[in-house]
């Protein structure tokens, strides 16, 4: 488990990195953006209550203070000593010179503040405010200044508001504080949760290459369970599937080879043993001549048989090669009649054949349609000897041509019927014998030519195969 435990850590570090790297900065960034928008917000609000407190005494001082600077001395003296909120804020005079005349904590008159809120109010006639350090006490403070005008539009003096920024600060600093712990939760959840997905992909995903290797072992038709109805579910059904079809290839395959081992064996043991028996008494002609019948017999039977084996490597392999020619398909289905004629009438079966009174003619190669005929027409033979005829018939219908084949024989249980044409498959008729590859490969050379090979049954009445290919007008020749 050594090697899956790293390939889950890689797939975590490459998660961690890709991901979680990027959702970190993300969060660090909004907890940047937040916390200047939250001091922003805050100062902004000092700034904005001390202005507007500003510009409001300023226009009171305008109003009724203003007439002479003597008044203005006076009624400013008299603002200060009754301004209640001189514990939280601290309110200044200032005299035409940027010089402080009264002040509400009581500090001595005639020093000049070292903001430059002051001197700005003086030079643009308007409310002037300062953020930063005082460099007198080195607090950080926040001033506004408004100026105060006399009847005539002179500058007289200003209000000053003066205000400590440490409290402020010190909020600020416990919210980001918290805002920060806030986005360190948010990322540590963040890492929990992806740890719980990233636990839902890896460990299927070990499952899956555990299964892999099981059956690179050659555990076929192992499962897993499908715990999730997602995309990492559809992968399990998948590998599941996968699974079992290699198991059924596999079944097959063993099949296949008992089978031609089988087919194999019969056909030489009955050589061997016709040859030793001719061989143990050459002078009974009688004996020699059947048994070289058989042999004959046997000898062709394994030439078919290792044909089908070529033939279908060849259809593997993609090395199969149609060799092209415009003709008259009704010759090639008689001569197949022809031949089997005598070997079907052995059997107690009789051919109805019935052909188009007018051309059948087509375009592909006739030895391999001739060896598809020769094919099921043998396929009847086995498994029709239960019935009395097989009919045969060639028709053109419409754009293409039509050859059906059918016998009255024990015909195909319908849950075997979906799988005849397929590779190796052999069902469970006892009279079957051969590769079960020769209806496979009729099918593949029919479909090389554009066509198709239907098979229709009914179990205990008879079975009927559908040949059907593209007919021809015109003249054609070729390689396909």
Not at 2 to 25: D, E, P
Not at 30 to 55: E, H, P
Not at 92 to 115: E, H, K, N, W
Not at 261 to 266: A, F, I, M, N, P
Request: hydrophobic content about 40%; glycine content about 8%.
């Amino acid at each position: 488990m050594k090697k899956w435990g790293g390939f889950s850590k890689g797939i975590k570090r490459r998660w961690l990195v890709n991901n979680l790297s990027i959702i970190a900065v993300l969060v660090l960034l909004i907890f940047a953006i937040s916390s200047t928008a939250l001091g922003q917000y805050y100062t902004n609000s000092v700034r904005s209550s001390l202005q507007n407190r500003a510009a409001a005494t300023s226009r009171i001082v305008n109003r009724y203070m203003a007439e002479s600077y003597d008044a203005f001395y006076y009624y400013a003296g008299n603002l200060v000593n009754d301004f209640s909120d001189k514990d939280k804020i601290e309110m200044q005079v200032i005299d035409r010179y940027g010089r402080v005349m009264f002040s509400s904590t009581g500090l001595s008159a005639g020093f000049v503040p070292t903001a430059d809120d002051v001197s700005q109010a003086m030079n643009t006639g308007s409310i002037a405010t300062f953020s930063g350090d005082d460099l007198l006490t080195g607090e950080h403070i926040m001033a506004v200044t408004a100026p105060v005008f006399t009847e005539n539009s002179s500058f007289i003096g200003g209000v000053r508001y003066v205000t400590s920024l440490r409290l402020l600060d010190k909020q600020l600093t416990e919210l980001n504080v918290i805002l920060f712990f806030v986005t360190l939760l948010v990322i540590v959840l963040i890492v929990i949760t992806n740890q719980f997905f990233i636990r839902s992909i890896v460990n299927p995903v070990l499952q899956i290459n555990e299964l892999a290797r099981r059956i690179a072992h050659g555990q076929y038709g192992a499962r897993l369970d499908v715990a999730f109805d997602d995309e990492i579910g559809e992968l399990c059904t998948t590998i599941n599937n996968m699974s079992t079809e290699i198991a059924r290839m596999e079944k097959v395959k063993n099949d296949f080879i008992s089978s031609v081992s089988h087919e194999l064996r019969t056909p030489l043991t009955a050589i061997g043993g016709w040859a030793e028996t001719i061989e143990s008494d050459l002078s009974d002609t009688q004996t020699a001549t059947a048994g070289l019948e058989i042999i004959k017999k046997e000898t062709r039977r394994l030439s078919q048989m290792v044909e089908e084996l070529l033939d279908f490597s060849r259809i593997e392999s993609g090395a199969l090669k149609l060799q092209t020619e415009l003709f008259d398909l009704r010759g090639e289905l008689y001569d197949a009649v022809f031949t089997y004629n005598e070997m079907l009438r052995q059997n107690g079966l009789y051919i109805e054949y019935n052909e188009s009174p007018e051309p059948v003619m087509v375009v592909g190669d006739r030895n391999r349609l001739k060896q598809v005929f020769l094919n099921i027409i043998d396929n009847a033979g086995k498994y029709g000897a239960d019935g009395d005829s097989v009919g045969i018939s060639i028709t053109r219908e419409g754009p293409n041509a039509v050859v059906k084949i059918a016998d009255h024989g024990q015909g195909i249980p319908e849950n075997e019927l979906p799988f005849v044409k397929e590779k190796f498959y052999k069902g469970s008729s006892a009279r079957g014998r051969g590769a079960g590859i020769g209806l496979a490969v009729c099918n593949e050379i029919i479909a090389m030519h554009d066509g198709t090979l239907d098979v229709s049954s009914v179990y205990g009445e008879g079975t009927e195969i559908t040949i059907t290919i593209p007919a021809e007008t015109g003249e054609s020749t070729g390689t396909i």
